[in-house]
C-alpha cells in the first residue's frame, strides 16, 4: 500500500521560503504527478502545482513566481518551496499522487499534512 | 474560465438521497474526481473517472454522473458518517489542477 510522509518547518517569518519534502512508500514512482495542495483555515483546497517523475513541472498560475518543485527519484522523494512567504501563506500543506489519463485525473494517496503558520 | 463552483452547504435526511453539483468549462473535456474530507483530516478520494471507486474502500453508496460542464455525486442513502466537506477537482485546459469550493454535507 502507498503512503506519503511528508516533513518541513511548521513556523516561518514573512519573507521566509517554505520548504517541504514528501516521500513515498510502496508503490512505483514513475507515470505519477507528485503534486502540492494547501488549505487555508477554514477555507477550501488550492493546487499549488505538480511534478512528474520525469522532472516536468507544472505551478498553479497565481504562485508561480515563488513556486519551486524538485524530485529526487533514487530517494522517492519530492519537495516544495515556496519563496517570500506572507500570513496568506499560512494553510495545511498536503502532498499527494496524481493519476492523469485523459480525460480522467484524480489524486489517490494523500499525505496527511502539513501546517504552516507564517508569522512574526 | 477554469473555475468550478460547488454549493456551500447542502443537508439530507438519514438514509436518504443527496446529490451534489459542480459545474465549470473544464468538465466539459474533463471527467471530476470527488474527495472526502472530516474535520482535522486529510482528503480521501471518493470517486473518479467513469463511476470509478477506490477498490475496496469506498462503499458502493457513492456514485458519480457527467453532463455538459456538470459532474455530480450521488449517495444514495446517506449515513451518519458520510457527513463531511466535499470537493470537485479536474484538470482545466492549460492542464491545471482545478477544485471546487467545496460543499458541506449535513446528514440531519
Request: proline fraction near 4%; charge should be neutral; include cysteine.
Amino acid at each position: 500500500q502507498v503512503q506519503l510522509q511528508q516533513w518541513g518547518a511548521g513556523l516561518l517569518k514573512p519573507s521566509e521560503t517554505l520548504s517541504l519534502t514528501c516521500a513515498v512508500y510502496g508503490g512505483s514512482f514513475s507515470d505519477f504527478y507528485w503534486t502540492w495542495i494547501r488549505q487555508p483555515p477554514g477555507k477550501g483546497l488550492e493546487c499549488i502545482g505538480e511534478i512528474h517523475h520525469s522532472g516536468s513541472s507544472n505551478y498553479s498560475p497565481s504562485l508561480r513566481s515563488r513556486v519551486t518543485m524538485s524530485i529526487d527519484t533514487s530517494k522517492k522523494q519530492f519537495s516544495l518551496r515556496l519563496s517570500s512567504v506572507t500570513a496568506a501563506d499560512t494553510a495545511v500543506y498536503y502532498c499527494a499522487r496524481g493519476v492523469s489519463a485523459s480525460p480522467k485525473s484524480y489524486m489517490d494517496v494523500w499525505g496527511k499534512g502539513t501546517t504552516v503558520i507564517v508569522s512574526s | 474560465s477554469s473555475e468550478t463552483t460547488q454549493d456551500p452547504a447542502v443537508s439530507v435526511a438519514l438514509g436518504q438521497t443527496v446529490r451534489i453539483t459542480c459545474q465549470g468549462d473544464s468538465l466539459r473535456t474533463s471527467y471530476a474526481s470527488w474527495y472526502q474530507q472530516k474535520p482535522g483530516q486529510a482528503p480521501v478520494l471518493v470517486i473518479y473517472g467513469k463511476n470509478n471507486r477506490p477498490s475496496g474502500e469506498i462503499p458502493d453508496r457513492f456514485s458519480c454522473a457527467s453532463s455538459g460542464s456538470t459532474a455530480s455525486l450521488t449517495i444514495t442513502g446517506a449515513q451518519a458518517e458520510d457527513e463531511a466537506d466535499y470537493y470537485c477537482n479536474s484538470r482545466d485546459s492549460n492542464g491545471n489542477w482545478v477544485f471546487g469550493g467545496g460543499t458541506k454535507l449535513t446528514v440531519l
